[in-house]
Nanobody, 124 residues
Framework: QVQLVESGGGLVQAGGSLRLSCAAS????????IGWFRQAPGKEREFVAG????????AYADSVKGRFTISWDNAKNTVYMQMNSLNPGNTAAYYC?????????????????WGQGTQVTVSS
């Protein structure tokens, strides 16, 4: 069983930055791929970024390419997502999720474990 805990959300002005963390316990991340998703009120949960197990290849939604960076700290069993140049459209609850295997999955239905989410609010 994998437990995921997100942190790092908060309120930031447009143009600002935040770094989200996803800490895993109960199992090493090395055999899992991790995805970050977000869900705004009234909208479906959408893929933001993903990384293969142990910090391999990465993938991003087109809307965040060049602004968001996903990274992996093996020693801390933690995945980070650095978010720069934030805008009000990025306001949402952000979730990390884990799926066993080494493929980045863009469909939220493909994930086995989810964190509780962290709220990101970007003011204009």
């Amino acid at each position: 069983q994998v437990q995921l805990v997100e942190s790092g959300g908060g309120l930031v002005q447009a143009g600002g930055s935040l770094r989200l963390s996803c800490a895993a316990s109960g199992h090493s991340f090395s055999c899992y791929s991790i995805g970050w998703f977000r869900q705004a009120p009234g909208k479906e949960r959408e893929f933001v970024a993903g990384v293969r197990g142990s910090g391999g290849s990465t993938a991003y939604a087109d809307s965040v390419k060049g602004r968001f960076t996903i990274s992996w700290d093996n020693a801390k069993n933690t995945v980070y997502m650095q978010m720069n140049s934030l805008n009000p459209g990025n306001t949402a609850a952000y979730y990390c999720a884990a799926v066993r295997g080494l493929c980045i999955v863009r469909n939220s239905a493909g994930y086995d474990y989810w964190g509780q989410g962290t709220q990101v609010t970007v003011s204009s």
